[in-house]
């Protein structure tokens, strides 16, 4: 059986502690977790009057393929409260993301927040993040 690596972002600024711990709980139901980075506070990105969020990531083994992992977190997000509204950068119980497949960036947020930059090289430190071009 194949099996995927991926760098998961989890994030959240409402009861940030109690949603990073159910989301990790639900993870390792779906997924093999291999590794957590650190979680640091940092301030909200695009709306600012909010709660500070909660920021890390954990490396995963998945039998999955990309897109169906990301469906898995999107359910996920859903079964914790996430409500998705027209306000994107907006205050979230969790927020599941793929930052890094197999070794390639999988997501272009990674390039703009350094925070993000920081947890996937604890996860994989020779890991080249590099501009995308």
Do not use: C
Request: proline share 4%.
């Amino acid at each position: 059986m194949k099996r995927n690596t991926a760098v998961i972002g989890l994030g959240s600024n409402i009861e940030p502690e109690l949603n990073i711990e159910l989301a990790r709980r639900e993870l390792a139901h779906a997924v093999n977790v291999l590794k957590a980075s650190s979680f640091v506070e940092t301030e909200p990105v695009g709306y600012k009057n909010q709660n500070a969020f909660l920021n890390g990531a954990l490396l995963v083994e998945t039998p999955l393929e990309a897109e169906e992992l990301k469906d898995l977190l999107r359910r996920l997000e859903k079964k914790l409260g996430r409500v998705r509204n027209e306000n994107k950068f907006g205050p979230r119980t969790i927020d599941l993301d793929i930052l890094v497949w197999n070794g390639e960036v999988y997501d272009n947020d990674v390039y703009m927040r350094e925070f993000l930059r920081y947890s996937i090289l604890e996860l994989i430190p020779d890991l080249n993040l590099g501009k995308s071009e």
